[in-house]
């Protein structure tokens, strides 16, 4: 191991096995904080101040902590989704950042699939009815939900997760798929026969519409109250991507007026839900608390990734997945002619 390895420090933050913190600990000093809160706040920025490397889920940085850590090389998310980074940020001060994709596509897109199940038969509610006793006699129609099979599915962002999604409701519950993303999906109109839409033409036409877009100042309330609207009164909306992406009080409104019949949230405009949220007293919302990804196999496996990914780059290999690469490349050119 040459001088420089053995010189390299990493932070490392948040959910990593003993035997990922031992490959890193192989390369690099290691400073692990089980979690970063007001009482380890000061540990946490002494030991970024002198850090090749950050690595860790949900993590929490900006300008005014890289302005601290002069020494960063690369930022190791252990998730997909980077908009709580300042990817502009770390470009300026060409710092590679690091995502875990794919690993978390099948996963995600199950919790998707649980959260249409369940918003289209009502299971929360019903299991909450036989668990709390009020299972007094036979069910009638006020306790029916609608069908899955056969009905349209709509994704909003037809990525991996969207495409993973798709592939559910079309091969295993017969549902004509509509998508959007940026460009076609060639792969997704010949093996699944989906079709792409426009935004107003999908929410339209769909009965149930699913959110699988990243979130970024394009997104931003992409689902406000003009495209709520344009839904189907007895549609429902699943947002399994970011909770911002969604105008939450237009969302209220639209559930509670029957703009739409019900919503599957996975993800909230502020996490946790507060528990004054109305959303907490509506029986036709289902909701989960950001557990897209949390299956013990894809956690372990998007923390062996991000390790890799963070080893990769800073022993010079390559990291298997760089969000901004172009940038950096440019940074680190600049820095040579300078
Ligand atoms: P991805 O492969 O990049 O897919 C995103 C899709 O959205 C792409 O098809 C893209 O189109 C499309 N898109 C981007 N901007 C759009 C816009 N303005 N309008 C319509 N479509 C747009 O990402 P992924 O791996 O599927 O992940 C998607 C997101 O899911 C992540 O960014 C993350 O925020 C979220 N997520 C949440 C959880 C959870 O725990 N709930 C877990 C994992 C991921 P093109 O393909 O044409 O570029």
Redesign the pocket.
Known sequence: MDEQTKSWRIVAVRRLSEAQLKSLSEVAEVDYFEDVDESNRADFMTALSKAHGLIGGKLELDETMLAEAPELQVVSTIS??Y?HLPLEALNRRGILLCNT?DV??ET?AD?AFALIMATQRRLVELASLVRDGGWRAHIGAEHFGVDVHSKTLGI???????TAIARRGALGFGMPILY????SKTALEQQLGAQRRE?NDLLAESDIVCI????ND??HH?IDADALARMKPTAALIN???GKVVDEPALIEALRCSGIRAAGL??FAEEPLPANSPLAAMNNVVMTP????ATHETREAMAQLAVVNLLGALIGSGPLNAVNVNDWLRSAANAKEA
């Open positions: 997909v989704g908009d994709p978390l596509t995600t919790t909003v962002g037809a990525g991996r997760i969207g959007t993303a940026s460009s935004l699988s877009v990243p979130y394009d997104t992409l399994i991507a970011r996975d993800v950001h557990i897209g990804s």
